[in-house]
């Protein structure tokens, strides 16, 4: 237990909240199992939420926000869109863990959920986006520009996907030069 001094802070809730949703969708989000893996008591959860939905809707928000645009910020600022789309790719391989819990996959799941519905449409239009601006930088036009964007994204998820179930994947390395050679028009 940790020394009731010790105070969590909020977002300690909010990303023990988001591990779980990684591990087993928003049904994995419950106040005493968390607060047992934190090492706390239930007061400490109350001290920052009213319930279980105030965590979830600050768990979706952080998450919408650190995996769309703000997370995204880094890459939007290089100007150089085949540097850019080459250090995307590569962060996007070597973040996917094989047999590694993903907060987006989990999510899936609960895709009915209008909360959940609105943090990976706002995720997934930032990342849309971004892979359209950079592929029409790169002389695309409009139309194919989104188009590329929205095959690339796809490959992310199928790639993200297949971990899940793949304990043999490639090293990060190597996917990352694929990606590159695939999604980067020469």
């Known amino acids: ?73 880094e890459f939007a600022a290089i100007a150089d869109p085949a540097q ?19 907060v987006h996959l989990s999510l899936l799941g609960d895709r009915n959920d209008p909360r959940v519905r609105d943090a990976v449409g706002r995720v997934n239009r930032a990342r849309l986006e971004l892979l359209a601006r950079t592929y029409r930088e790169l002389g695309l036009p409009p139309d194919r520009a989104v188009s590329r964007a929205r095959v690339a994204y796809a490959a992310i998820l199928g790639l993200l996907h297949l971990a899940q179930t793949d304990p043999d994947a490639p090293q990060s390395a190597l996917l990352a030069d694929e990606a590159t050679a695939i999604f980067l028009p020469s």
Request: hydrophobic share 50%.
């Open 84 to 102: 850019r789309l080459r250090e995307l790719l590569t962060a996007v391989v070597h973040a996917v863990q094989p047999l590694a819990p993903s």
């Open 1 to 73: 237990m940790v020394n009731e001094s010790t105070r969590l802070s909020a977002q300690d809730w909010t990303r023990a909240a988001l591990k779980a949703i990684a591990d087993g969708g928003l049904a994995a989000v419950a106040v005493e199992p968390l607060a047992r893996t934190l090492g706390v008591t239930k007061g400490s959860f109350y001290a920052h939420y009213r319930n279980r939905d105030e965590l979830i809707t600050a768990a979706l928000a952080e998450w919408a926000r650190s995996h769309g645009e703000a997370g995204l910020a």
